[in-house]
């Protein structure tokens, strides 16, 4: 479904848990037509389809094999696995918003003050902190993700000025990792919440509305905590600003970690997944050499923003697993992380992949999606116009294809091993 804007002057509200319905309604609204869009292949040709969504929407949608939310010691054989699985524990998310240097007479703050949270403010409170880094000074939190910088200087670490902007992207702030309710709805919450009939993406609007409140919460603690005489700070709102939205929080959040598809038989396992030894993390410990079948190759901490109950009910979080990534190895991609079970036509360009909730926590960051994602879009491309013909992607291993592929990719300028 498309949806067109019925006023050129239209502004997204930027909160997600309110516009979802509309967005997934089939039906016109006062704010938008909408137009049917249906995905097939020219006449006599075939359809690849890359599920490359950042929540692995299709892959549940279509009730593809899949797992959610991190996976105990004993089903993946990973050390720093928690005891239990917990479907309900994926990786904490956040709605980015903007603040500048700017006296704005307290205007913004004003507003922030009328944000009605779900839980107590108090409750949202205890958990900002700038975790010891100074507001403005050196590396200091504005200069963390400052994306406008009016005075010359090393932006990483010159005093910042009237007119600079900051990116708020925080752990101990705008990140939601409450699971009361929990952001992806498990097989259970599906059948329960009625989205096999009427699909919302498969997510929780309260999660949502949730994560929302807290990051509005977040800027008003902000404004009113950090300001400084000479350094006032404003919330940034509206169709200019850097989100472009009526709240000033990004459209839709980071989405840290979706469902991630169970591959096919291989490497040894009847259901192949990468797991943390796969990243050469284990000293003294053999890692699979998946450079036979590798498409691409990703690097980056093992970064985790943790699930938690409210009440601090056990999480089942991994969180011994974070890890600097000084500390894990640039690690190859094999083909059949991207090919899912039970479905012959379709690829995993993003970070939906075969991983488990641990190696998620590397393959959800840019380089690794953009690696995952190019080497999906090349494949595709690779199989409808060089492959034998009809060729699945399910065979290129198995028919010994392989490394036409990888000359292929490595043709498109892309690192497959
Ligand atoms: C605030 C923030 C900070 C970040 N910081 C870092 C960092 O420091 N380092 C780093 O490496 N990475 C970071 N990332 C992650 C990085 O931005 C992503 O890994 C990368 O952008 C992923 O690119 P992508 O194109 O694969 O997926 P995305 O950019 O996630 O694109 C997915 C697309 O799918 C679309 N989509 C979803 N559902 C549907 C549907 N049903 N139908 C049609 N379309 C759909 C979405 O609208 C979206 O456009 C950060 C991300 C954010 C938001």
């Not at 309604?25 to 704010?31: G, V």
């Not at 259901?271 to 990703?298: C, H, N, W």
Request: aromatic content about 10%.
């Amino acid at each position: 479904m498309r949806r067109v804007p019925r006023h050129s002057h239209y502004v997204p509200l930027g909160e997600l848990w309110r516009e979802l319905t509309s967005w997934y309604s089939w039906q016109p609204d006062a704010t938008f037509e909408k137009v049917p869009i249906r995905l097939q292949p020219p006449p006599g040709k075939r359809l690849l389809v890359i599920d490359a969504t950042d929540t692995g929407e299709l892959v549940s949608w279509a009730g593809i094999p899949h797992r959610l939310g991190s996976e105990s010691r004993r089903l993946t054989g990973e050390r720093n696995a928690p005891e239990k699985s917990n479907p309900e524990c994926t990786q904490a998310f956040t709605y980015p918003f903007a603040i500048a240097i700017h006296d704005d007479r307290g205007k913004s703050l004003n507003a922030l003050a009328q944000v009605k949270p779900g839980y107590a403010r108090a409750e949202h409170r205890q958990e900002y902190s700038l975790q010891g880094f100074p507001m403005f000074l050196g590396r200091s939190f504005f200069n963390y993700r400052r994306i406008v910088s009016t005075a010359a200087g090393d932006v990483f670490e010159s005093m910042p000025a009237p007119g600079d902007i900051t990116l708020i992207n925080w752990n101990r702030g705008n990140d939601w990792g409450w699971m009361n309710p929990s952001l992806v709805l498990t097989d259970e919450q599906l059948a329960k919440s009625g989205q096999l009939q009427n699909w919302l993406g498969g997510l929780s609007l309260d999660a949502l509305k949730n994560g929302e409140k807290h990051a509005l919460l977040f800027a008003e603690w902000l404004l009113e905590k950090q300001s400084d005489l000479d350094l006032p700070l404003t919330y940034l709102t509206g169709a200019n600003s850097p989100m472009g939205t009526v709240s000033g929080l990004s459209m839709i959040p980071y989405f840290r970690e979706g469902r991630r598809i169970l591959g096919r038989q291989a490497y040894g396992q009847t259901q192949f997944m990468m797991r943390e030894a796969d990243l050469g993390v284990e000293p003294g410990t053999k890692r699979r050499d998946f450079s036979a079948t590798a498409i691409a190759r990703v690097h980056y901490s093992i970064d985790i923003h943790g699930c938690r109950y409210r009440n601090w009910e056990p999480s089942q979080e991994a969180t011994s697993a974070a890890l600097d990534e000084y500390d894990v190895q640039p690690t190859p991609i094999p083909l059949e992380s991207l090919i899912p079970q039970g479905v012959d036509n379709l690829l995993i360009g993003g970070k939906s992949l075969a991983v488990s909730h641990i190696v998620n926590a590397v393959t959800r960051t840019h380089y690794s999606e953009w690696s995952i994602g190019a080497a999906a879009g090349a494949t595709a491309g690779w199989l409808l116009k060089h492959a034998p013909a009809n060729l699945s992607p399910a065979e290129i291993v198995p028919q010994h294809q392989i490394v036409p592929l990888q000359q292929y990719l490595t043709n498109q300028g892309l690192r497959p091993q």
